[in-house]
């Protein structure tokens, strides 16, 4: 169990599958697997962090549906946070548009609140990223490219088109089970282009549904985050992310449409793990996790626990946060700031 904290924890502990990767796919370094707007300090910023830095200011953002939320902690406490649109149109579902303008927007957006540009991680929705707990088969030692290919026919993606990582969690004599995560190319790229247009020294890329996962600081549970963007999903057994999934939700959607999609797919991805799990369901005493700024409120709690005739937990993260910090709209960043707690 100690192997697979440090597995979610730590980008480090993760090297690429494909062995070395091409110049613009993402460096392992930035891999966890498993990115506002007058005033120079804001109040909450100006309340909880001291001026000079007494310690290294870990950053955390996401960029989805031209919403930028951020957040900021010092040696282990949240001292800011915030939430401000941006074009709409710099940015498509997986794919950023015009990455050089999304660049721009961040390093205003950091740089006017004096929030540092290194140490930045970044989550990104995982449209099309496929993550399981697979078996190979042990034949021996042999080169990580080629147990690379065993990875990827186990997870049903070509390595041409995916990024492919995994990471060993047990063997036995016959197999070896691993964690396997399969993302999309182009999902990675644009974002990764903007921060460097940016200035931003990216210290690590997540995908947003584990990272939702890591945050809730539970064993077991099944996670659902929505905004007016997109639904990520992550079903989490003894800490490690088993199914991963994200949709995109239409513009128009109601709040109520949101809900009830978010209800449909957290069902539809639960009858998915026992396909892929077969003889292993998931508990009826593993709770759900809710957040996003799409499904707060106890209308929303109370429709998805009918629904899915499971309780409603409550997260508990590894950071320190602040009594007034809306914790649950901001479930990602509290996960990629707690790689390293």
Known sequence: MDRLRRFLGRATELREAR?????????????DFGALVAGSAPPRLRRGIRWPFLGRIDVALTCDGGVLRVV?????????????????????????????????????????????????????????????????????????PIVAQDVARSLGVSPSRFEVFWHEVEQSEAVTEVFGLAVPRDAMRGILEAMQFAGIRAQALDLRAIAVGRAIGQFDGICVYADQAAIDVCIVLDELPHLIHSQRIEPQASAEEIVEVAAQTVAEKVRHFQDLYPGSGIPTHVPL?????????????????????RAIGSPTPHLSVPAEFPLTEYLPHIGLLARDS
């Open 19 to 31: 062995g070395a990767a091409p110049a613009e796919a993402v460096p392992e370094t930035m891999v």
């Open 72 to 144: 900021a902690a010092e040696l282990g406490q949240v001292v800011f946070w915030d939430t401000v649109p941006f074009d709409s149109r710099l940015v498509s579902g997986p794919l950023v548009l015009d990455p050089r303008e999304l660049g721009r927007s961040l390093r205003e957006a950091l740089r006017r609140r004096a929030i540092p540009l290194s140490a930045v991680q970044c989550a990104v929705p995982g449209f099309g990223a496929v993550a399981r707990v697979v078996e190979i088969a042990r034949r021996g030692r042999r080169p990580r």
């Open 289 to 309: 996790f809710l957040g996003g700024p799409a499904l707060a409120g106890l209308r929303a709690a109370e429709r998805l626990r009918r629904h899915l005739g």
